[in-house]
T-cell receptor, first 116, second 114 residues
Framework: AQKITQTQPGMFVQEKEAVTLDCTYDTSDQSYGLFWYKQPSSGEMIFLIYQGSYDEQNATEGRYSLNFQKARKSANLVISASQLGDSAMYFCAMREGYTGFQKLVFGTGTRLLVSP | AAGVIQSPRHLIKEKRETATLKCYPIPRHDTVYWYQQGPGQDPQFLISFYEKMQSDKGSIPDRFSAQQFSDYHSELNMSSLELGDSALYFC?????????????FGAGSRLTVL
């Protein structure tokens, strides 16, 4: 079974608008972490935001916020005031378990295109 | 701030050749992860090391091996290369002992097998 599901292969948004990228996950662990990474066309993987399963508040990092709905097992990324430089591939990822060296499992990604 | 350094950034090899990718984690990070990302694919976990010992193994082919050295740098060795090995290979590091959550990725090494 897929651990991380990103159902939007591609998304379009106009500059300065907000956009939501969907992510649902599947785990039986009580402790886990959810991550969003951005991959521009140059290829590097850039960390955006992290949400722990026990965090009561939604994570925010500048223009990025994570809409965490634990009961629905969703961790959507919201980008406010989109910029042209936001055009990239966005991956949702999960780490199961509390601590330790557990790996990240990635979703298939959503390609975001920001138009002027 | 120091980042994860990967070398070489680009590598072109022929089928059946060998290749070695190197990764220098962020100083004091104790865990290294290797991922493979094929064209248009999501990153797939290969192998990880914690304090120089293998900590987890994913979908790494038997033709591949990896190790972490005393200075914490890691090398991914790939032998009998196949066309399907063409991919972007990422190394990531993390300070597990410090309870850090985030894996910091390097810029990747792009391997092309002809």
């Amino acid at each position: 079974a897929q651990k991380i599901t990103q159902t939007q292969p591609g998304m379009f948004v106009q500059e300065k608008e907000a956009v939501t990228l969907d992510c649902t996950y599947d785990t039986s662990d009580q402790s886990y972490g959810l991550f969003w990474y951005k991959q521009p066309s140059s290829g590097e993987m850039i960390f955006l935001i992290y949400q722990g399963s026990y965090d009561e508040q939604n994570a925010t990092e500048g223009r990025y916020s994570l809409n965490f709905q634990k009961a629905r097992k969703s961790a959507n990324l919201v980008i406010s005031a989109s910029q042209l430089g936001d055009s990239a591939m966005y991956f949702c990822a999960m780490r199961e378990g509390y601590t330790g060296f557990q790996k990240l499992v990635f979703g298939t990604g959503t390609r975001l295109l920001v138009s002027p | 701030a120091a980042g994860v350094i990967q070398s070489p950034r680009h590598l072109i090899k022929e089928k059946r050749e060998t290749a070695t990718l190197k990764c220098y984690p962020i100083p004091r990070h104790d865990t290294v992860y290797w991922y493979q990302q094929g064209p248009g694919q999501d990153p797939q976990f290969l192998i990880s090391f914690y304090e120089k010992m293998q900590s987890d193994k994913g979908s790494i082919p038997d033709r591949f091996s990896a190790q972490q050295f005393s200075d914490y740098h890691s090398e991914l060795n790939m032998s009998s290369l196949e066309l399907g090995d063409s991919a972007l290979y990422f190394c990531a590091s993390r300070l597990t002992a410090g309870g850090a959550n985030v894996l910091t990725f390097g810029a990747g090494s792009r391997l092309t097998v002809l």
